[in-house]
């Protein structure tokens, strides 16, 4: 593992040179991994971007026991999170909890088996499944895809109630806005080229519909040679604190009281011309022999204690069926 001014220098190194490689930076931005495709092994690290996969047998009857934290806890976190909005110290963050669960599958097999555009596993330590991009690079151009908003697609008419959510809206509309802000810092004309699009997501027991925007901006000719500086000014992602930013994660390390550790990071590969990226989340940790799904949701004015508690239990699922 590097810290961050090593990992900066060494993706500057191998964009600059044009030469490929990986990358994995955990949410405080302590550890991370910088390497070469060849040496991911040696890390013990796997990874898949939008593979297609056929489906196995054993997708068929895959058990998910959840032992999420008791309401009481979720609501004690809540409050504190609630206060701060009130206060005006905050006026969206992204709340989370760990949640123990019990599967007959091991973090190789949930690997193997998920679909998603974003696959990633840290041998014996975690295994992700993201649907969220972070950022992507290509020709001079930066894009971001920030997700906010999730709900069943069984609901009757889910994709008109999720996209006309007051609380759902503002949230989103926060979030695009503290992404132009920091894609601003390294690129210019920044502006929103899709805004609230539907992704569909395929669960082990549902389907789930998420909302997502696009934002663009023009980066400089030698930005190659400026990689790890460009992605670290991104971080942490914006659609997993919060904003304002910097005041917002240090409301949520007091709110949690838990390490998210890698959960809520990013993973990244840059192929010599372009760069790809995604956040941590759906997300399976390994912690003393025992499984923690983390998950959880954005707070604002609007939020409702037992709605946002719902919605933490309901990104409890790994992407198989």
Do not use: W
Request: hydrophobic letters at 35%; one cysteine or more.
């Amino acid at each position: 593992m590097k810290c961050k001014s090593e990992a900066i220098k060494l993706m500057n190194m191998y964009g600059g040179a044009s030469e490929p490689f990986v990358f994995l930076i955990d949410f405080d931005m302590n550890n991370t991994i910088v390497c070469k495709p060849e040496e991911a092994d040696k890390f013990g690290l796997k990874y898949s971007i939008n593979e297609k996969q056929e489906r196995d047998a054993l997708s068929e009857n895959i058990k998910l026991e959840k032992f999420p934290p008791s309401f009481g806890d979720y609501k004690k976190a809540f409050d504190i999170v609630f206060k701060e909005i009130y206060d005006g110290n905050t006026y969206l963050l992204n709340l989370t909890f760990p949640t123990l669960i019990k599967t007959d599958l091991s973090l190789d097999q949930i690997y193997e088996l998920s679909r998603a555009k974003y696959k990633i596993l840290l041998k014996d330590r975690f295994v992700c499944f993201s649907p969220e991009i972070f950022v992507k690079i290509k020709d001079d151009k930066i894009s971001s895809y920030p997700m906010k908003g999730t709900i069943d697609a069984s609901i009757p008419n889910a994709e008109e109630l999720i996209l006309s959510d007051e609380k759902e809206t503002a949230e989103h509309n926060t979030i695009v806005d503290l992404i132009r802000n920091d894609l601003s810092i390294t690129a210019k004309n920044v502006r929103v080229e899709k805004f609230r699009y539907i992704d569909i997501i395929e669960t082990h027991d549902k389907t789930l519909l998420q909302v997502s925007s696009e934002i663009t901006g023009e980066l400089p000719p030698d930005y190659k040679r400026r990689l790890g500086d460009i992605i670290f000014s991104l971080l942490p992602a914006g659609s997993v604190t919060g904003a304002p930013k910097k005041r917002t994660v240090d409301i949520i390390k007091r709110a949690e009281n838990y390490k998210r550790g890698f959960y809520t990071g990013i993973f990244g590969i840059f192929d010599g011309e372009s760069l790809d990226s995604c956040v941590l989340i759906r997300f399976i940790e390994s912690i003393d022999g025992k499984l923690f799904y983390k998950s959880g949701g954005g707070i604002t004015h609007l939020s409702n204690v037992e709605s946002e508690y719902e919605e933490l239990l309901k990104k409890i699922y790994v992407p198989i069926n």
